[in-house]
């Protein structure tokens, strides 16, 4: 295992370190218990969005903090869900008296945590409402979760949910939007290779040199199956159309087409996927009316990508191009 | 070799295809020869900026294309020069009559091909002028060049330019202004893992399971030494003591540091080296007023980094600062 690391138990509290140093324009980080907060939080009046989960996936959910996305977002250990504790923390310290969306990735150990610290807040006085996302279409009921798995899908729902905040929506108003973008919302991904986490110091699975992994989860969980590498566009066209026929997506819809990075695979790949996803749609009579390529949901130094379709309405696309400032994902202020 | 390409001889081709689709509201793309211009190029009365250079650094430099920054960019086969006649078409494509800067990285190929292009579009009335970045302090003479290489600091040239552009300096001015930031400027880097050239098909060099190459290229050539791994912290120290005694930096300047992953490398190790950088900067009595931290400059899917040191005066901030609107760098607009 070689990593720009010094200790594998420390690899959290040390990038967050960083993180503060690099965007302290943005944020302010709390060190103990762990969570990153916009700068200047709470805003007194305003829905606030919490969200987080395992670290090794940035730049979700900490480079989405900022100026309409989230207010805050927990970090846990690498793949591992953050305690309570720490998300109780973050939702009191970001909460202006309008209460607080969590948006929680549909993993089993993430959804009780949420849960816990949502039920804690309430006591101590705190609207908290919850919506867990759930784009994947690849498998039901995997290694870590009952249901599908939350995937690149969260970032739509935490950027057009951030802006229906920042509008002035109230707490109903933002969940109902939120729960209306995973509603939406469908993804897939492959994976060349696998990933070392850290303390495990070894890949948590194995592909042969002509092997990918057709629907990889994004901690490297089983997908649908495993086959012989094939060309770009095959491969895209296996993942887009189980996206396309489950929700489904029809001729003349509307769509934001997302190829995201799973962090080791070079640019020039993820616009030879995102070529062909949109021919591909376009195929079937499907308008790509917004875009996003990048590294944005990762698992470490995966090699591979996602696809996630997102059909757009007048008021979806609104809030999507509406102002953002955030580490990772900035435009329009 | 796992990528997710279609044929190894067209990965420049659909790359640009796949930019075009996705960027359509940005840039526009010349298919034969290849180059992305700025969408309404030409802008009468703004000096041009233009850049290029082999493929497989991306974003650079297609991602950089837009308002505040270049005016086209040039792609070559991956790791190979574009010939002149794509930089000269490209050069004529986007001259507004106020005259072309090209902003050239130091490898003998880039420096030779893009002479010849200005030589042409000098003869056809264009006003060219050329800035050579080398802002690498690893080695002098490499595989590729005489001289220091140009490496991650050539973004911080086009983005500083672009912004004198754009504010409306004539051509003296902002070949000065790039000339400046590259003179205040220095990077180093260190590669984990190397990286497969497409039509090459096998690693250009190999590291053992427990070996970094230190002053590594952005092409995979050697640096100044092959090392057993360290911590990250260690690593940094090692790199960023060059850099500084190679300008040299002092106690009391006030720098932009920029960390630069160079394609495979998780984020969270970008941050852990970040923390450690902007610690032994400050150790110095040297202040980091602006940062830039991701996957910019890059080889690939070659894991590491590169750390890039820039002394800030008034006139950079504020240019630095300035609105830009690119596929891969976004702001304050």
Known sequence: MKKLINDPRRVVEEAVAGFEAAHGDL??????????ARKNAPRQGKVALVSGGGSGHEPLHGGFVGFGMLDAAVPGPVFTSPTPDPILAATKAVDGGAGVLHIVKNYTGDVLNFETAADLASADGIDVQTVIVDDDVAVKDSLYTAGRRGVAGTVLVEKIAGAAAERGDDLAAVAAIATRVNSVTRSMGVALTPCVVPHAGEPSFTLADDEIEIGIGIHGEPGRERIK?????????????????????????????????????????LYIVFRRAAEALAERGITVSRTLVGNFVTSLEMQGMSITVMKLDDELKELWDAPVETAALRWGR
Not at 240 to 250: E, H, K, Q, R, Y
Request: no cysteine; aromatic share 6%; charged share 20%.
């Open 27 to 36: 944020v302010t980080v709390s060190h103990d218990p762990i969570y990153i």
């Open 229 to 269: 590498i094939e060309p770009a566009d095959a491969i895209v066209d296996r993942i887009l159309a189980p996206i396309v026929d489950d929700l489904p997506f029809a001729s003349g819809d509307r769509v934001l087409l997302f190829v995201n990075g799973l962090g080791g695979t070079p640019q020039v790949e």
